[in-house]
């Protein structure tokens, strides 16, 4: 059954004008039977104003009238067709056309760091199509030279909680298909709050990557030679002998 508006407002209401009894009102605004005695003794909803659920069209009078006739008598919430909510649309999201120009930003975001998602997974993420997806993934987009990745959250096209339900959904699918994952798709395949408690790997750079084991021609017992001994100060400013005598010479002939 569906719950009336301000369910405890019209409860005060139904205790102060009507005869029901407890639990008929428990019943009606989906209520604990003793929080309505407690409204009813002054020590809950104190200072709440009555809602007439009859003026409000949420009850008749004649139903009203029945249930105070038969104690067993359920109250039922009359029919309003303008409060009946229309089904769940099925499809991408609607996105506002403030926020539409940053779809491919947050396409092109979701693809590069997270490719184990699906296009259906991405469009119903950003409120986009699969047609756009696919050419963002084959770099074919009209303006894919100017685009860059920002995440969807920051743009707030998708909350931080439904990006991370897709995820871990579709790391329950690679699992399931028995797919190896490397330690970086591993951490890209967890949720926010589960990456930052990770503890940091240390890595060696790729650039010095084996410098470690350096060894030379292959032999590990290589020790380099001792450094010659430097030659010292005078030495490097002694000419050979003759030779300043014979500079003259040649400047004489």
């Known amino acids: 059954m569906a719950k009336p508006l301000m369910a405890k407002a019209t409860a005060v209401w139904l205790v102060d004008n009507t005869t029901l009894s407890f639990k008929q009102i428990a019943d009606f605004v989906e209520m604990h039977e003793l929080e309505i005695q407690g409204i009813a003794d002054g020590d ?4 709440v104003k009555g809602f007439d659920p009859i003026a409000n069209n949420q009850l008749t009078q004649d139903e009203i009238d029945a249930a105070e006739a038969d104690p067993l008598h359920v109250l039922k919430l009359k029919f309003n067709a303008s409060a009946v909510g229309e089904e769940k649309r099925r499809g991408p999201r609607y996105t506002p056309l403030s926020k539409r120009q940053d779809r491919p930003a947050s396409i092109l975001w979701l693809v590069k760091f997270h490719p184990e998602l699906t296009d259906a997974q991405i469009s119903k993420l950003v409120g986009t199509t699969k047609p756009t997806i696919q050419a963002i993934r084959e770099r074919t987009h009209w303006n894919i030279s100017n685009i860059q990745p920002i995440d969807p959250v920051a743009l707030g096209l998708c909350k931080q909680s439904e990006l991370d339900a897709a995820v871990q959904k579709a790391a329950a699918k690679k699992a399931k298909e028995g797919v190896v994952m490397s330690d970086d ?8 709050e589960q990456s930052l408690g990770m503890d940091t790997e240390p890595k060696i750079p790729s650039a010095i990557e084996g410098l470690e084991t350096f060894t030379l021609s292959g032999s590990t017992d290589y020790e380099p030679e001792p450094e010659a001994a430097i030659a010292d100060a005078e030495s490097l400013f002694n000419l050979p002998k003759g030779g300043r005598h014979d500079d003259e010479d040649d400047d004489d002939i």
């Open 185 to 192: 798709e591993r951490r890209m395949l967890v949720s926010t």
């Open 44 to 47: 809950v909803a104190v200072g």
